[in-house]
């Protein structure tokens, strides 16, 4: 697997990723307020180095997630699972995504307004679907 690397668009907050999986979108309303359309992410299972980040910062989202930024330019770089090291990437902010990858998985389509679609064949999923396969991943723990 490639090692990927990426920063924010001023460079005062940079990283790589060694272990990597699908890249997904998610369309809910806090997704589409922080970004101003669908957030495009790659998921990290095994967490993200941060090789610079004396202007990062974090920002709570929600009870179960927080937003890392840059303080100094406002990129918006990478969502976290609380107490967890799983990672979503903002896939803007790498600078050697594979140009191959491909979007595997949509979250909170019934959030998503009409105005825009993403095309493809892929599982989409509600907010109820997401919620449900959460309490479907912490039952086989």
Not at 84 to 109: A, Q, R, W
Not at 110 to 136: C, H, I, M, N, W
Request: proline share 3%; charged share 25%; aromatic share 12%.
């Amino acid at each position: 697997m490639t090692k990927l690397n990426g920063q924010c668009e001023c460079g005062s907050v940079a990283y790589e990723i060694s272990s990597y999986a699908d890249m997904d979108s998610c369309h809910c309303s806090t997704c589409r307020r922080l970004t101003s359309g669908p957030f495009f992410g790659l998921g990290c299972h095994e967490g993200i180095n941060f090789t610079k980040s004396e202007a990062l910062t974090w920002y709570d989202s929600s009870d179960w997630a927080r937003r890392g930024f840059c303080g100094t330019c406002g990129a918006n770089l990478v969502y976290n699972l609380k107490g967890s090291e799983f990672y979503s990437v903002s896939v803007g902010t790498i600078t050697n995504l594979p140009k191959d990858m491909m979007l595997h998985k949509e979250y909170f389509i019934d959030q998503k307004p009409a105005f825009y679609a993403l095309e493809g064949d892929r599982p989409r999923l509600t907010g109820e679907e997401v919620f449900a396969s959460f309490e479907e991943s912490n039952d086989d723990e």
